[in-house]
């Protein structure tokens, strides 16, 4: 598979906007959908045009909201029959796609209640009001899907090599990181007490969490992320693969860090982002004593 670039200059006012409409989309299954262990209710799901919220309840039916970035069109999906859709195109702006998406809900009788304004974001606008952002290049949006194809692929193949509880591939649309996370089995035993809630359920447990997302304010470029939570000591002496790879300091943690655009010099960047996954996963389970020779294995 040939990896398109994806330089985020080209590209920031489309990415910010896009993931504004998948904030709002994301808000509807946190409203609706039934909760689960680490706010993996609340998150969107690789599909083969894009993302999806998976099904929802609705009253008495269930629902599905399709994000479809080779048709470009926002599709919802009910267990009725009914098929409701809008082009996403460009000069949609986040607040005419609230309320287009709001409306086809209401016709079919569903109705949720969400904090319709931006969560952990640069904009604050309200999504009813946000016209600010409304740039849809279809050209980087199908690049964008064409990496989010990748990453769910390898993702699921680092994942398939994991005998303990694994979370499935998804993306967090807070950020709009695509991730996939390992656990020990044991929990963390870090004091959450001035943490969130959200904070407090995603890390009961000790984790290695593996991610991609484009880019943003911080980081200028889209890169691949890992991070070992709780941090143990040393762990940014573990060796990285492959070359450009390196630990970063975030939030006072060590990050492990790879730029996409260092994959793509890669002769073979499958092969180079599993080595990626694999070496800062172990780096996390040497040096925090986990108990990985029990937990992998090889797929014959």
């Known amino acids: 598979m040939k990896l398109p670039a994806l330089p985020l200059d080209s590209w920031e006012n489309t990415k910010i906007t896009l993931h504004l409409y998948l904030q709002i989309i994301g808000k509807i299954k946190l409203a609706l959908a039934v909760r689960k262990n680490h706010w993996w ?105 064409h990496v989010l194809q990748f990453t769910t692929r390898v993702f699921d193949k680092f994942r398939a090599q994991f005998t303990g509880k694994v979370s499935p591939v998804q993306l967090y649309w807070h950020h709009m990181d695509l991730a996939v996370t390992r656990f020990s089995g044991r929990k963390a035993g870090t004091d959450m007490s001035g943490s969130s ?25 889209a890169a691949y992320y890992s991070y070992t939570f709780p941090s143990p000591e040393g762990i940014q002496d573990e060796k990285l693969k492959p070359e450009p790879a390196w ?43 986990w108990p990985e020779e029990e937990m992998l294995y090889r797929i014959p």
């Not at 809630?197 to 991610?211: K, T, W």
């Not at 060590?254 to 982002?273: C, G, I, R, V």
């Not at 990626?276 to 004593?289: K, P, R, V």
Request: hydrophobic letters at 35%; a negative charge; proline letters at 5%.
């Open 41 to 145: 209710h609340i998150t969107l799901l690789p599909h083969v045009s894009g993302l999806t919220t998976g099904w929802i309840p609705g009253g008495d039916q269930t629902f599905q909201i399709v994000t479809d970035m080779v048709r470009h069109e926002l599709r919802i999906e009910f267990s009725n029959g009914n098929t409701e859709a809008f082009h996403l195109k460009d000069g949609l702006s986040v607040a005419q796609f609230y309320k287009e998406l709001m409306n086809r809900l209401e016709t079919n009788d569903i109705r949720p209640q969400i904090k319709a304004e931006p969560y952990d974001h640069p904009c604050q606008e309200p999504f009813a009001e946000c016209q600010t952002y409304a740039s849809y290049d279809h050209a980087f949006i199908e690049r964008f899907h």
């Open 197 to 221: 809630a959200a904070d407090r359920d995603a890390y009961s447990h000790e984790v290695i969490s593996a991610g991609f997302w484009a880019g943003d304010e911080q980081v200028r470029g």
């Open 247 to 289: 630990w970063e300091m975030s939030s006072g943690s060590p990050m492990a860090m790879l730029m996409y655009d260092d994959l793509l010099k890669e002769s073979d960047p499958e092969h180079a982002l599993l080595a990626f996954l694999e070496t800062s996963y172990l780096a996390g389970t040497i040096s925090g004593h």
